[in-house]
């Protein structure tokens, strides 16, 4: 089973598919558990950089099948935002209607890089 069908368990599981919404999640009330018309803000939220990979390049879909789509990242553009010191690109994605700027917010990539520098401490 592919990682991508495997993320599809739990709350995402709802009467068959919910797809995810990055960046459009909403506070909820502590006292009722009810969700609030707040968006969260500051959720650390990144894309992994496979996904503008697969989707760029027309990766394999789940299963290995057809062509990888991510209806999450359809409300989204990407867009090249600068270069680091090191030369390598920083993406970001965001909205692509104005509209849509109300409930959703830009959301960095993540820079796989950083990792690689953790690791030799």
């Known amino acids: 089973m592919s990682q991508a069908r495997k993320s599809m368990t739990g709350i995402y599981m709802l009467d068959g598919r919910l797809n995810r919404t990055p960046g459009g999640y909403y506070r909820v009330d502590p006292d009722t558990g009810r969700l609030t018309?707040?968006?969260?803000?500051?959720?650390?939220?990144?894309?992994?950089?496979?996904?503008?990979?697969?989707?760029?390049?027309e990766g394999p879909g789940t299963e290995d099948e057809g062509i990888y789509e991510c209806p999450a990242l359809d409300p989204y553009k990407l867009r090249l935002m600068n270069e680091t010191a090191d030369k390598r690109a920083t993406f970001i994605w965001a909205p692509r209607s104005r509209r849509k700027k109300a409930v959703l917010h830009e959301l960095p990539e993540s820079p796989l890089w950083e990792i690689g520098k953790l690791s030799e401490l």
């Open 37 to 57: 018309g707040k968006l969260l803000r500051e959720t650390n939220e990144y894309i992994h950089p496979s996904a503008r990979s697969r989707i760029k390049l």
